[in-house]
């Protein structure tokens, strides 16, 4: 079943909005969010009222709220006069926060190393064979992963018992995911990533805190090798487009 505001179009497309307890307006917000997580909107890519509003079935009104709400999260940006797009980070900007990334999570290791419990540490490894068992597929599904890495954090950030490392990474958490998808759709990535998590893992069940922050850094920094990388081809898709509304 379906909400449609007034006036609504009745098309069954894939950004319909479903009828659950949230409000309206956070629905969409979370059905566009995970449309461009998902890359089913492409990075570049025009987002017209028009169209948003007869695939979603809510108002335009309601539309226009959502990509505000986008924007501030660093997934949409708007050029005047012309419109919306989903965004295409720069190479610096991305740098920028893959740099802010390996600080707060290294923290976050050591932090998980002192003061997360024995059963933090096995929910870590749960979570952990999660991933594992994901990457083992013939063509790992990336938003399973994406779901799996983030219920890892979880348990990392709820282990390392500091709101403030929570709060500030919660603030990046689009665009972090954003660039996770983004590594994570490079050739081989996904076998790294599983040895980097391993070495995660190993750390904190040694108790080790120096290797736990170096394991969470260098995860880190091979995603941001690969991760900028994948952003030469989105920058090239991008710029045809921009081209567009010039």
Known sequence: MTIAEPNGSDNDLSLRVGRVAAPLREQVVDVLRQAILD????????LIERELVEQTGVSRTTIREVLRQ?????LVTTIPQKGAIVVVPSAREAADLYEVRAALEALAGRRFVRHASDEHVKDLRRSFRVIERLAKAREPDIHAMLTA???FYDVLLEG????????????????VRFMRATSLSQPNRVSGTVGEIRDIVRAAEARDEDA??????????????????????LDQNAAAVLETLS
């Open 70 to 74: 986008l924007a501030a999260e660093g």
């Open 160 to 175: 390392a018992a500091n709101q403030a490392i929570r709060d500030t990474l919660d603030s990046l958490r689009a665009r």
């Open 149 to 151: 890495k983030d219920e």
């Open 212 to 233: 736990m922050a170096a394991a969470c850094e260098r995860h880190v920094n091979q995603a941001a090798r690969t991760g900028l990388s994948g952003l030469v081809e």
């Open 39 to 46: 890359f089913r909107l492409k990075p570049g890519q025009r």
